[in-house]
Structure formats: structure tokens, C-alpha cells
């Protein structure tokens, strides 16, 4: 466009990105609002919950479980690199806990989502849009917010938490065989350190309350993409991308947020 | 994908999601929402608490029976105001046990040791204790032993 030519052009293009950005903010919160009665599909037809938990929650588990398990041990061998130089490894069960519980569980688990079920559920409900299935539900009087979207989104939501829990406890397992099979530190140490040091209304409640959040926002942000996108296959693409990137953005925005309000004691 | 395959595995997905946090919530933290009835507490005057925190453990002859609950100050004194919850089985404390604040190892975390008196009655729930020795400060004795050295 001629318009969009020189420095009149650029501010015009600045303009125009920041408005674009507001009003796709203010869409999502409309999407939301109009999301929010189809909830009632948990009632009416729970299969359609269940069957999306298994599509984001029980597909992601594997990637969970494994990631997990690795970043247990490599914990395990960096804090105790770091402890052994003060003596103090046996604090080592409660660094990894405290790391795992508060912080690494609930981020890396949402990290993770975003990239395994996220993507997906944008690209299914983004494909159902170019293909007028949606268009075609609407034509049978069926709500596509209800019978498609809100199940996703739930089944999302309900999946992030707990795949979080997953997450930490089998790093702290895998910690635990790591610090007492390979680097000679005595079990029971392992656990009475982590015991008396974790708290379980700050550090795991702490914990879960972020993993709650992200679930909602990693959710919301994938089926508003996907219902946003434009029709064509070009437009689903972009709308993969970008929730694979806005959801990982809000997801470390938000968790600095949380932290900083979850560490000065609210 | 059959409909029930489905169920099951989602069910045992949840079922395992809920173990972990059981898991993290007993295991890993000290669940305290469990004993929180099973405490009577006293309260102890301190001159001086050091670095005691809140949850550090009570002792009584090297064996753990209770935790600091709260930290305050006494307005009119000007001391520290201790909580201390004591499990209710051990409910048989003279009243004229004393209260210390010692430290575990050198430099280790600091905790409240009882010496139990030889009265024939009892501690109750929200009882003073009223023999205490506040908190050894390390820096405090150094600096102490400093000017003494100095001054001879």
C-alpha cells in the first residue's frame, strides 16, 4: 500500500499493530464471556470432557513423566555440585523439592502443554474452522462453543494441575534414587531435610495455585487462537504459533507476578 | 479408541494426578493441617530470640515434641513473646520447666530445649513458662571477648 510508505507509513504501521493487539485482547475476552455458559457441558455431557482429558491430559503424560524424571536428576547432580563445596548436601532433598514444587513443576509443566496440547487443540478447532465444521453445527442448532470449545478448554484446565503433580513428584523420585544410589547420600536424610523445610500451605499450595493459573491461561489462549484463526490453512498455521508463543510468554509473565506476590507473603 | 479404554485410562491419569499431590502433600511437606489439634500451647518470654523462626522445633532431652507456633513482641516489656505448641501427649511438664534457645551445631538452625522442673504440677494450655535464656549471640560473645582482651 502507497499509504504505508515512509516515516508516516511506519508510525501508521505502529498504530495499527497496537490496535490490532488491543482489540484481539478485548475478542478474547468477549470469547471467554460467551465460553463461560457452555460449561454446564460437564453436566450434560461429561463423555466429551473425559474424552478431551485424554487428548491433552493423558497423551501429554508420557512427555511429562519422562521430563520429570530428568530434571529431577540433573537437579539432583547441580544442587549437589553446589551443596558439597559448603557440606550441606544433606539439604539436598530439600533444594530439589522447593525448586520442583515452587518453581520448575508448575512452569516446565505448562511449557510443556503449551507445546504438546496447546498447538494441537489450536490446530483442531482452527482446521474445524476452515473446513465449516463449525459453520455447519451452527446450522444444525448446535452450539460449537459448547460441544467443541468448552469441553477443550476444560479438559485443559483440569489437565494442567495435574500433570504439574506428576511432574514434581517423579523429579523428586528421580532425585532421590540419583542422591542416594549414585552420589552416596543417606535416604533418610533425604527426606527428613525436605520434610521439615517444605510447607505444605506456602510452597505446595503455592505450587498448585500457579499450575491452576496456567492451566486456565495456557487453555483459553489455545481455543480463543483457534477460534480466531483466520480460515485457510496459512491462518492456522500463524494460530499455532502464536499460541505456542503468547502461551509461553503469559505463562513466565505470569509466574514473576505470582512469585513476587507468593514470596512477600501477599 | 474405544469409549471405555478411554475412561480407564483417564481415570487412572486423574487418579495418579491426585496420588502426586497426595504424595508432595505428606511426603514432602509436613502436612500440618493433621496435628493441628493434637497441640497445647505455652508462651515464653525471650530477651533476645537470635534467628529462631516460626516452626522451629521444640526439644526436650534431644527429642522433638512440638514446634514454635508465633513470634511477637510483649508491649510493656519490650521482650519476645514465644509460642511454643507442645503435643498434647506429653502434658506432664512441670510448671517450672525452663525454656532455652540453642542452636544445633555451630552455626545450625536454632531451636527452643525444655528442662523440665520438679513441680508436681503441670503446664496447661496457655500457661507462661517464666525461667528462660534467650538466644546466644555469637558475635555478640566475640566481640565481648575482643574488648576484654583489649582492656587488659
Avoid: C
Wanted: zero cysteines.
Amino acid at each position: 500500500m502507497d499509504q504505508d510508505r515512509g516515516v508516516v507509513g511506519h508510525i501508521r504501521r505502529v498504530g495499527r499493530y497496537t490496535l490490532d493487539g488491543v482489540a484481539r485482547l478485548g475478542r478474547a475476552v468477549v470469547f471467554f464471556a460467551r465460553l463461560v455458559p457452555g460449561f454446564s457441558v460437564v453436566v450434560t455431557r461429561l463423555s466429551l470432557v473425559v474424552q478431551q482429558i485424554y487428548m491433552t491430559g493423558v497423551l501429554t503424560l508420557v512427555i511429562v513423566v519422562v521430563s520429570g524424571a530428568f530434571v529431577g536428576m540433573i537437579l539432583a547432580l547441580q544442587g549437589y555440585n553446589t551443596l558439597v563445596r559448603y557440606d550441606a548436601q544433606s539439604s539436598l532433598g530439600l533444594l530439589v523439592a522447593l525448586s520442583l514444587v515452587r518453581e520448575l513443576g508448575p512452569v516446565l509443566t505448562a511449557l510443556l502443554f503449551a507445546g504438546r496440547a496447546g498447538s494441537a487443540l489450536t490446530a483442531e478447532i482452527g482446521l474445524m474452522k476452515a473446513t465449516e465444521q463449525l459453520a455447519g453445527m451452527e446450522m444444525m442448532a448446535v452450539d460449537p462453543l459448547k460441544r467443541v470449545v468448552a469441553p477443550r478448554f476444560l479438559a485443559g484446565w483440569v489437565a494442567v494441575p495435574l500433570l504439574a503433580a506428576i511432574f514434581s513428584a517423579v523429579g523428586i523420585l528421580a532425585a532421590y534414587v540419583v542422591a542416594v544410589s549414585d552420589l552416596g547420600l543417606d535416604g533418610g536424610v533425604f527426606w527428613a531435610q525436605m520434610q521439615s523445610g517444605v510447607s505444605v500451605t506456602n510452597d505446595i499450595m503455592g505450587g498448585a495455585i500457579k499450575s491452576v493459573v496456567f492451566g486456565l491461561v495456557i487453555s483459553w489462549i489455545a481455543v480463543f487462537e483457534g477460534y480466531d484463526a483466520r480460515p485457510t490453512s496459512e491462518g492456522v498455521s500463524r494460530a499455532t504459533t502464536r499460541t505456542v508463543v503468547s502461551s509461553s510468554l503469559a505463562v513466565l509473565g505470569l509466574d514473576f507476578i505470582m512469585t513476587a506476590f507468593m514470596l512477600r507473603g501477599l | 479408541m474405544q469409549t471405555r479404554t478411554v475412561e480407564l485410562a483417564v481415570g487412572l491419569f486423574v487418579v495418579g494426578g491426585l496420588l502426586a499431590l497426595a504424595m508432595l502433600a505428606l511426603k514432602v511437606g509436613n502436612m500440618p493441617v493433621l496435628g493441628s489439634g493434637q497441640y497445647y500451647t505455652v508462651s515464653a518470654q525471650f530477651g533476645n530470640v537470635g534467628s529462631l523462626k516460626e516452626k522451629a522445633p521444640v526439644m526436650l532431652a534431644g527429642v522433638k515434641i512440638g514446634q514454635v507456633g508465633h513470634i511477637g513482641i510483649n508491649r510493656n516489656t519490650f521482650e519476645a513473646v514465644v509460642t511454643l505448641e507442645i503435643l498434647k501427649k506429653y502434658d506432664n511438664l512441670p510448671v517450672d520447666t525452663s525454656a532455652a534457645i540453642l542452636t544445633q551445631g555451630l552455626l545450625g538452625e536454632q531451636f527452643v530445649s525444655l528442662d523440665p522442673g520438679g513441680s508436681q504440677r503441670y503446664l496447661k494450655n496457655g500457661d507462661k513458662i517464666r525461667i528462660t535464656q534467650s538466644a546466644i549471640m555469637l558475635d555478640k560473645i566475640i566481640s565481648q571477648l575482643l574488648y576484654s582482651k583489649a582492656g587488659h
